[in-house]
């Protein structure tokens, strides 16, 4: 991309021009990267919840979708994170926040910081970023402090998919959590980050590891991250938390809540040894985590490592592939719930 440098280009990408309809592969210009930036070339990326989510939404506008990993220029493989590391603020400095000051994820703003203006333009008409990110594209451009450099030896079509949900629910286990070798977890919701939550505890060693989902048809595949017992909630009479302080006489050792659902983060404090009603009184921990507590540009190397390295299985994660030209049928296997860890190959 050197020969490019300092030029606007041109490359295809997948426009939102409204809200819930299919997505528009057109030809933009992408402005060259100002200070703080970099431009990028996409080879893979894949689709998050959260894609479909601000897709759906009546107030987004015209905004760019996507949020995961990508390869830039000639020499240094990377993945774009929708969540940065500027490295100077207080948080970046302390070691136990990943809530960069600076580049926190925004979905609200649709530009640079710099400027506060788009790279991205149709026939002089701006398209706007989404989550500083805008990886359905040949080409974009987000700042440096988004941009973490991984080993050059990664299969690139397999570790996009680290950059989001699967660091998130790995992370929130292995970082958070903590079980210790033997131990019980309970794992509240068995999507994408649920079943990266679930390998977590298979990696530390916990030996009961309870699966709870209102979808009996993702019980069978969480057996492969680790699960060895299922608890369906609608299977039962009385609250799901006093099922399984009966399952395991007294409650789990640790539970990770991950649906964002108030009742669910309820039953996963309650199944926690011991019970009401003097919770915090007993020892309990009550922790929330954003990214598995990773920090994103110095930690994420490291869990492409463990990929490199056979500890974590990253290809059982991976659900479909589609070329870029195929981008709507990705995002229709998620609301069928069929896609939750889709690739999308841009060549």
């Known amino acids: 991309m050197s020969s490019t440098a300092g030029q606007v280009i041109k490359g295809k990408a997948a426009v939102a021009w409204e809200a819930g309809k299919p997505l528009v592969i057109e030809e933009v210009e992408v402005a060259p990267p100002q200070k703080m930036e970099v431009r990028l070339k996409i080879l893979f990326t894949s689709l998050c919840h959260t894609d479909v989510y601000f897709w759906e939404a009546k107030d987004c506008g015209e905004r760019w ?12 493989t990377s993945c774009i994170l929708f969540t940065g590391e500027c490295g100077d603020c207080a948080h970046c400095k302390s070691e136990e926040s990943n809530m960069c000051s600076l580049l926190r994820i925004n979905t609200d703003r649709g530009v640079m910081i710099n400027d506060e203006k788009p790279r991205f333009s149709i026939n002089g008409k701006p398209i706007y970023h989404f989550v500083g990110t805008s990886t359905f594209s040949e080409y974009t451009v987000i700042h ?10 990664a299969p690139l079509d397999k570790v996009c998919v680290l950059s989001c949900g699967i660091s998130t629910g790995l992370g929130a286990t292995l970082n958070v959590a903590k079980p210790k070798k033997g131990s019980s977890v309970a794992i509240f919701g068995l999507g994408a980050v649920g079943l990266a939550a679930a390998e977590g505890a298979r990696l530390a060693g916990a030996s009961r590891v309870i699966g709870v989902d209102l979808n009996p048809s993702r019980f069978e595949e969480a ?14 009479n009385k609250p799901v938390q006093e099922v399984i302080v009966e399952m395991t006489d007294g409650g789990v050792d640790r539970s990770v809540e991950c649906t964002g659902n108030v009742d669910a983060m309820i039953s996963a404090f309650e199944c926690v040894h011991d019970t009401p009603p003097m919770n915090f009184l007993n020892e309990r921990t009550l922790k929330d985590t954003f990214f598995g507590n990773y920090k994103p540009r110095s930690d994420l190397p490291s869990v492409v490592e463990m990929y490199m390295n056979k500890e974590l299985e990253v290809e059982k994660f991976i659900t479909h592939e589609v070329p870029f030209a195929e981008i709507n049928k990705a995002f229709e296997l998620m609301l069928k719930g069929e896609g939750l860890r889709c690739i999308i190959r841009m060549e």
């Open 223 to 236: 057996k492969r991250f680790g699960v060895t017992e299922f608890v369906n909630p609608k299977d039962h």
């Open 65 to 76: 979708r996507g949020c995961d990993g990508t390869r830039p220029g000639r020499s240094c």
């Open 144 to 153: 440096a402090g988004c941009v973490a450099k991984i080993n050059p030896l």
